[in-house]
């Protein structure tokens, strides 16, 4: 089987739990206005990769992530599109005893299997990243180009599983950062107990340079990174270590 | 045996009837498994103190480099009269001339290279001392150029093997300064004569002379440094009484030697833990207090920090900011499963706090996965506050060196007063691979250096071809390169021995003799291109291959990629056994570094474009590091690639710098301590040697480029030691910008 791989990082230390081997999948159905990588966006581009020869390639960083506590994240793109190479690759990884986690918006493909695929899935992930863009339909949509429900969906997959996940949140000036936005994903954990912890990330401004390499207008010229003194106040509430 | 009260408290062992300083420590260690709540605030004395040096380092850089220099009186031990930077705030004294920063002249390497660096900075040498040099007694330089072949002079000047040791000291020899301190001058020199009346009474072959006359010299050696405790009203004769003494006999030891010898690199060896046993018992009989104990420490690594060589300054274009690689080995596990972390080895590190960041000494601390946790967080903060710790691997090394090795230079390991070893200086290889592609012909020059062959004909490179002629000019570069170093370590033995040194080194010493390569990423991808993808030459009108055109993608070393990284080990393999095959002076046992420090932006700039598709004269990457911005997997991916080099192949060092923004260690403090230690723990468990690591970003360092004066002790970690930014050249910092810095996504 193989996956279409936009990048490897060997050195991660933002998604998840200690020293994290990143895998970026290349493809993503949706269009968020702050995307740091619009070249993980086609579906077609990346690097094909065998899921032995990939797998291969992670066991050598095992000294790593036992000593850190870490393991693998894989991440993207949106990683759900290829569900099947990453429900792959996860087993192998559970077998070796390797620590999963997968970043992920929620966009599950539909299928008509009864939730089998999906189920195969999250059986090897120890971890999942949520991104929730917006909380609110409408600004979901205006941001995203996708709705929201997918993603509240699959958080509630997540907890009928009782599956360990942090919620991810980017911090966008004037357009994610209301009061009633924030209130909404603070609730959102409070009422999803397999929440542990909210990643709240700022909006920052050092991907647009590759808007600009793709010839993509980007429409958040205006926008100011966020205020370092505005996330450290949301970050009170940290829980990362929580695995 | 007349000790008094010096070894009153201490466990016994074989150390008390024979000379072992390691059996010392490991009947009398305390290693500390807490951290670091229990260290002492500075003092008022050591504040003022260091405020006072300040202002000299800040007229010492003001003034081009130099503050003074003593031109008339010759540099030995116990040469100059007493100095003090400020007696009534020194709680250790000694300085290598009467005044501090005030640079001694050492013509003992070379009378010329004194000459120029003194004239320089505008002094000049009187003439009754060079006409003492150039008539009456010959200098090592003066020996190595009497016997130079035509080829080793060819090499040298073209730059394919560089940064010989033959116009200055050699160094890299470390002394075992413990000894004078456990034992006492009186001691040393009853075993040194019994050295020569027992083991050396016999038949009287070339070694045997040159040996007997070298031990009669270190007993004189350790009368001199006898003198030298005079000047400053102390008796070294006897063994150190307490721990003031202790620091105070270790440190004449190395002035002594130092003044001695102006060697690039003169490590202080592996002092920590031994000074931890006397401080520790002063504090437990009530003689001393955790902040006096910290004040001796201060104080010690203050005068370290003043000690000083004159050079020219072009010098400083190969080694930059002045360096003296005075490296202190640190932590460590014992053979016996403990750790050889004390309190002592905090109160080193505690003193970047007191007197801010600095490249001497060069810190060094000897890691292994089995130290303790509490001392690994200490490790990642300071690493994070100062960037100038470098980290070795302990566990690679013991196995080969025990557990009383120390550092010298940057990353080659001695087990002190017992191993000693003739610094073998660089060969460029890449440099060497356009040799084999030219006929032999310089590609900057066209001059004929190597033996003439016929040149590589075909428009394309063929790799199977190229190998095999690299091959063969290997073989002659090896010869070449081993009799070199023969014959200068031949006459700095004969012309400027360092006998104190030595005398603190037992008489049956065991000799490395340690050679390098640069540039092993240039070639290891230059290969990898000629595989991979089609690499064209360009040649110019005389036909020499001056430029390559690379069509296509090849893999890279730096990325854990299977297909470069193996041939880059073999590369490494292939050479030292080339070495091996050239018997080296006095039966030395050969190793090999990667190793650069910041010569190689000077390397590259001596070398022509190369078939990876770097350009004439851009540097080369530092140590074993992939080529800058070629490394594309993050920072642990090159790791994986630099493990790969055989440790075995390389016993003297592979060095590898990483530069780290701050949050690529992770989001909050508490992550970052733990991934610090993990990297590491990672790395070596994987059995790699050696890291520089920078925790800096980028915009720092450019902010430091263009306003030195708002970051004086701004200091960095580059191949094997620390600087401080503001003493690199502009090429070398704008190198040091252009590395890869991993940063988190
Ligand atoms: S979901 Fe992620 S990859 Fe897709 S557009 Fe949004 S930010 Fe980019």
């Known amino acids: 089987m193989t996956g279409r791989i936009h990048s490897l990082e060997s050195f991660g230390t933002a998604d998840g739990p200690g020293i994290r081997f990143v895998v970026f999948l290349q493809g993503c159905r949706w269009r968020c206005r702050y995307c740091h990588n619009p070249d993980t966006w086609a579906l077609q581009g990346g690097k094909e990769m065998e899921v032995d020869a990939l797998f291969g390639t992670l066991l050598r960083y095992r000294s790593w992530f036992d000593a850190s506590g870490g393991g693998v994240t894989v991440s993207g793109g949106e990683p759900l599109l290829q569900a099947a190479f990453v429900t792959e690759l996860f087993g192998r990884l559970k077998h070796a005893g390797i620590h999963t986690a997968l970043d992920t918006n929620g966009d599950w493909p539909e299928e008509s299997d009864g939730g089998r695929k999906l189920e195969a899935l999250l059986s090897v992930t120890d971890l999942v990243l949520l991104d929730i863009k917006h909380p609110d339909s409408e600004a979901h949509l205006a941001l995203t180009g996708a709705e929201a429900a997918s993603t509240l969906h699959f958080l509630d997959c997540l907890r009928q599983r009782s599956l360990p996940t942090w919620l991810r949140y980017v911090v966008v000036p004037g357009l994610t950062d209301s009061p009633p936005a924030i209130a909404s994903i603070r609730r959102l954990k409070d009422t999803h107990p397999n929440v542990t912890g909210i990643q709240w990330l700022p909006y920052h401004r050092m991907g647009i340079f590759k808007w600009h390499e793709a010839g993509i207008p980007y429409t958040l010229e205006e926008v100011p990174a966020a205020d370092a003194a505005f996330m450290d106040r949301l970050r009170d509430n940290s829980a990362e270590d929580s695995r | 045996m007349e000790t008094g009260m010096a070894w009153e408290s201490f466990a016994g062992g074989r150390w008390q009837s024979e000379t072992d300083v390691r059996d010392f420590i490991v009947k009398n260690l305390t290693p500390h498994d807490g951290d670091e709540t229990f260290l002492a605030p500075v003092t008022d004395r050591t504040a003022q103190l260091w405020a006072q040096c300040a202002v000299l380092l800040d007229r010492e850089l003001a003034g081009g480099g130099v503050l003074d220099i003593d031109t008339e009186t010759i540099s030995g031990i116990n040469s100059h009269p007493a100095g003090y930077i400020d007696k009534s705030l020194e709680t250790v004294v000694g300085l290598q001339t009467d005044a501090p920063l005030k640079r001694a002249v050492n013509p003992f390497g070379g009378i010329r290279l004194a000459v120029q660096a003194a004239h320089a900075y505008g002094k000049e040498i009187p003439a009754e001392i060079t006409d003492l040099f150039t008539r009456l007694r010959r200098t090592h330089n003066d020996g190595v150029f009497s016997a130079y072949t035509q080829d080793m002079k060819r090499a040298r000047k073209s730059g394919v093997i560089t940064g010989l040791p033959d116009a200055y000291g050699r160094g890299r020899i470390i002394g075992d300064y413990r000894r004078v301190a456990l034992y006492g001058t009186e001691k040393l020199i009853a075993a040194k004569q019994t050295d020569l009346d027992v083991m050396l009474d016999r038949d009287m072959d070339d070694e045997t002379i040159r040996l007997r006359e070298e031990v009669s010299d270190q007993i004189q050696a350790l009368h001199d440094l006898e003198e030298l405790g005079k000047t400053y009203g102390f008796n070294l004769k006897k063994p150190a009484a307490d721990a003031a003494e202790a620091v105070q006999w270790i440190y004449l030891s190395f002035l002594g030697s130092v003044q001695e010898t102006n060697g690039a690199a003169n490590s202080i060896g592996r002092i920590s833990t031994f000074l931890d046993i006397y401080l520790e018992r002063d504090l437990k009989s009530g003689r001393l207090s955790e902040t006096e104990a910290q004040e001796l420490i201060d104080q010690l690594i203050i005068k370290l920090r003043l000690i000083r060589h004159l050079r020219t300054p072009d010098y400083n274009d190969l080694f930059a900011g002045d360096p003296l690689w005075i490296t202190e080995s640190l932590g460590g596990m014992a053979q016996d499963g403990r750790h050889m972390v004390t309190r002592t080895t905090y109160r080193f590190l505690h003193t970047l706090d007191h007197l801010g960041p600095s490249a001497e000494p060069n810190l060094t601390v000897l890691w292994s996965t089995r130290l303790p946790e509490a001392f690994k967080r200490y490790c990642a903060k300071v690493s994070m506050a100062t960037s100038t710790i470098q980290y070795e691997n302990d566990d690679v090394m013991r196995p080969d060196y025990g557990d009383d090795y120390g550092i010298s230079c940057c990353v080659s390991a001695m087990r002190i007063g017992k191993d000693m070893q ?70 700095h033995d004969k012309y400027a021995c360092e006998r104190l040194m030595m005398a603190l080194h037992d008489t049956d010493v065991h000799r490395f003799m340690a050679f390098g390569i640069a540039g092993l990423s240039v070639v290891a991808d230059s290969f990898s291109a000629m595989r991979h993808t089609y690499v064209r030459c360009v040649r110019d009108g005389g036909g020499l291959i001056t430029d390559f055109e690379i069509l296509g993608e090849f893999p890279k070393f730096g990325n854990d990629d299977d297909r470069v990284d193996l041939p880059a080990a073999e590369l490494v393999r292939g050479f030292i056994s080339e070495l091996r095959k050239s018997p080296a002076y006095r039966s030395a046992e050969h190793t090999l570094s990667i190793l650069t420090i910041t010569s190689n932006v000077v390397y590259g700039k001596k070398t022509g474009a190369t078939p990876d598709g770097r350009k004439k004269g851009e540097p080369f990457a530092p140590g074993a590091n992939p080529m800058h911005g070629r490394d594309m997997m993050g920072a642990l991916a090159t790791l994986n690639s630099l493990a790969k080099l055989p440790f075995a192949s390389c016993r003297d060092g592979i060095s590898l710098t990483l530069s780290l923004m701050p949050n690529a260690l992770g989001t909050e403090e508490r992550f970052r301590l733990r991934n610090f230690g993990a990297l590491l723990d990672g790395y070596f468990l994987q059995g790699g040697h050696h890291v520089n690591i920078n925790v800096l970003d980028r915009a720092t360092l450019q902010d430091a480029m263009a306003h030195p004066e708002k970051h004086p002790q701004l200091t960095i970690r580059v191949s094997g030691y620390a600087v401080l930014f503001n003493r690199l050249t502009s090429a070398q910092q704008q190198e040091v910008i252009s590395r890869t810095f991993h940063a988190a996504m």
């Open chain 2, 422 to 491: 003739f610094f073998g200086a660089r060969c460029n290889l890449p440099k060497l691979l356009l040799l084999a592609l030219n006929g032999g012909r310089d590609e900057l020059t066209g001059e004929q250096i190597a033996p003439e062959s016929e040149p590589y004909a075909d428009e394309y490179l063929d790799a199977e071809k190229v190998l095999k002629r690299f091959l063969a000019l290997q073989k002659w570069m090896a010869r070449l390169y081993v009799n070199t170093m023969n014959t200068i370590h031949h006459m």
